[in-house]
């Protein structure tokens, strides 16, 4: 890829991702709109217990989440670079 081409997608790049971040700020952002505990007005029917145990659970366990989520970011960007790394040549 010549100079002038990595230029323009570079540049197509960096406007992509100002109309997004603009796009985010003039928008509210709110990410836990629907996770609210205890659920009143769920997407799911909690008619027995089940549903508000599972719920208390999930939110009463949000270090284990964190730690498992980190693993899986970590795992996940290990492998990226492997997958990326400039290959060697053969000798022979």
């Not at 406007?15 to 505990?37: D, G, K, N, S």
């Not at 989520?69 to 060697?88: D, G, K, N, S, V």
């Amino acid at each position: 890829m010549s100079i002038g081409r990595l230029r323009i997608l570079a540049s197509v790049v960096a406007v992509l991702l100002a109309y997004v971040f603009f796009t985010m700020i003039q928008h509210p952002f709110t990410p836990f709109e629907y996770a609210r505990f205890p659920v009143n007005a769920s997407m799911i029917s909690i008619e027995g217990d089940i549903g508000a145990s599972v719920s208390a659970t999930l939110w009463s366990e949000r270090q284990l989440d964190l730690i498992v989520l980190a693993i899986l970011l970590f795992t996940t960007a290990t492998c990226c670079t492997i997958i990326l790394r400039p290959e060697t040549g053969e000798t022979g």
